[in-house]
């Protein structure tokens, strides 16, 4: 069994920073890709950055330049770190992980006041 705890989400003004940590416990055996979602109120779940184990990147075109994804192998863990934060950001932070099967973690609120 894999778990994925994700840390980091708050209450922040607009114009700051948070940084989003997920860290992968478990039966790992391989991990392609690890990410961050968001699901805001009445919205679908959409990609905010992904990071594949040969280190490519995808971020949404909402987020680039603000955000920005990394990744401890030796951790398995996954940042996320959101700069200029805007009250469109406010959701619900979702780590995922995939590999043989794909994770979700429980998720992490982050509320940006405006």
């Known amino acids: 069994q894999v778990q994925l705890v994700e840390s980091g989400g708050g209450l922040v003004q607009a114009g700051g920073s948070l940084r989003l940590s997920c860290a992968a416990s478990?039966?790992?055996?391989?991990?392609?890709?690890m990410g961050w979602h968001r699901q805001a109120p009445g919205k679908q779940r959409e990609l905010v950055a992904t990071?594949?184990?040969?280190?490519?990147?995808v971020y949404a075109d909402s987020v680039k330049g603000r955000f920005t994804i990394s990744r401890d192998s030796a951790k398995n863990t996954v940042y996320l770190q959101m700069n200029s934060l805007k009250p469109e950001d406010t959701a619900v932070y979702y780590c995922?992980?995939?590999?043989?099967?794909?994770?979700w973690g429980r998720g992490t609120q982050v509320t940006v006041s405006s």
């Open positions: 995922r992980m995939s590999g043989q099967y794909t994770y």
């Open positions: 990071r594949t184990s040969g280190g490519s990147t």
């Open positions: 478990g039966s790992i055996f391989s991990i392609n890709a």
